[in-house]
């Protein structure tokens, strides 16, 4: 019988402070603002004959990775259907119900999703997680991602 672990990694380390905004519409949005949002993981893997399932070392190294990739930027959406981001001059000229917001290139990403949120960072962090090809034997990988106490979503990918 195939016996199956869960890992939490859950360290305080695994953060990363970034700005953002949230559309909620075509004409509404928030403003300007910043998270020190925190990242963690459940690891569901098989266990084996030397009573591991999976290296906690291995996953930690990849969060502590992506947060720092993440911290201290700007966060764009780049696929919003109510934003429009342009590049130009070293700046990004990000505009949104006929008002442009300019942020330099070099501090600001833009992310392959459709919105700046839990939700979508979760998903988006998870993708970059599955990347990096740590399964093994890993049958199950949740990522959870906070933007302050009680605010927190996840992502999961089953095997």
Not at 70 to 89: G, I, K, N, T
Not at 96 to 125: M, S
Not at 133 to 141: A, R, S
Request: proline content about 3%; glycine content about 6%; hydrophobic content about 40%.
């Amino acid at each position: 019988m195939t016996q199956l672990a869960t890992l939490h990694i859950n360290k305080q380390a695994h953060k990363f402070s970034a700005a953002h905004f949230t559309i909620f519409s075509a004409t509404e949005r928030e403003r300007l603002h910043g998270h020190n949002y925190g990242v963690s993981a459940r690891i569901v893997a098989e266990m084996g004959e030397n009573g591991f399932s999976a290296d906690y070392n291995v996953y930690k190294r990849c969060l502590q990775k992506l947060c720092d990739a993440h911290d201290e930027y700007m966060l764009l959406p780049a696929q919003s259907p109510w934003l429009a981001v342009e590049a130009r001059d070293g700046e990004y000229f990000a505009t949104f119900n006929g008002k442009t917001l300019r942020f330099p290139c070099d501090e600001t990403l833009l992310l392959p999703i459709v919105n700046v949120t839990v939700e979508a960072l979760a998903h988006y962090l998870l993708d970059q997680v599955l990347a990096e090809d740590l399964m093994g034997d890993v049958v199950e990988l949740e990522i959870f991602v906070t933007s302050g106490d009680g605010q927190s979503s996840s992502a999961c990918w089953v095997a």
